[in-house]
């Protein structure tokens, strides 16, 4: 492949750090890879543990692109929300040969009305709500449907940027990738899955994450409640 290959990751504040740079480095290895970073302005963008990320294209000045990657994490809230970040997704999307999405960032590309008929995954303790906006959910760590390709909660980034490696450079460009990266996981637990998990993990996770999904479900009643959404 000669030709560039235009791929844009939309960031927003509270993003999920992996669920952007896990993909990042994958993508940013195919050949003639164009990575833009795209957010709404050229201001650092704060990520859920700590580091600021430097945006390199407002959306407004984005090209068209190849490839259209949406990030999760608790900053979706108020992306989905952003009229000017849910109608540049849309737009780009109508162009894009691949509309992507990791994690939660799933709901921005709802909000846009990308998911209506589609299969799609997201982070587990999410899954449900993908059928509102519309989608047919798969558990899957990746899925894809068409030109839509939607990955897994946060470290399932990985495994849903090798998957459209294969599809855009070949299994042996995407093995050298790997290999190069040293991706080869063996963690030394294993509960990274619901049915995996113990009870008592299961448990806690729970309790964590309640009032972070009472929120996010006020954010869905609202988004949904919208005329381009409803």
Known sequence: MTDALKIGFVLFDDLTQLDFTGPLQVLSRLPG???????????PVRTDCGPFIMPDTRLADCPGLDLICIPG??????????????DFVKRQAAGARYVTSVCTGAFILGAAGLLEG??????????????RFGAEPVKARVVRDGNLFTGGGVTAGIDF?????????????????????????CPPVDSGAPEKASERVRAGIEQRFAPRIEAFEQVVDTVLARPETA
């Open 33 to 43: 890879a164009e990575v833009h970073l795209v957010a709404k302005s050229l201001s």
């Open 118 to 131: 589609r299969k799609a995954t997201t982070h587990w303790r999410y899954h449900d709500y993908l059928a």
């Open 73 to 86: 994490g608790f900053g979706v809230d108020a992306a989905m929300q952003d009229g000017e970040t849910v």
């Open 161 to 185: 940027a090798f998957t459209i490696a294969v599809e855009i450079a070949g299994e042996m460009m995407a093995q050298a990738i790997q290999l190069g990266l040293e991706y080869d996981p």
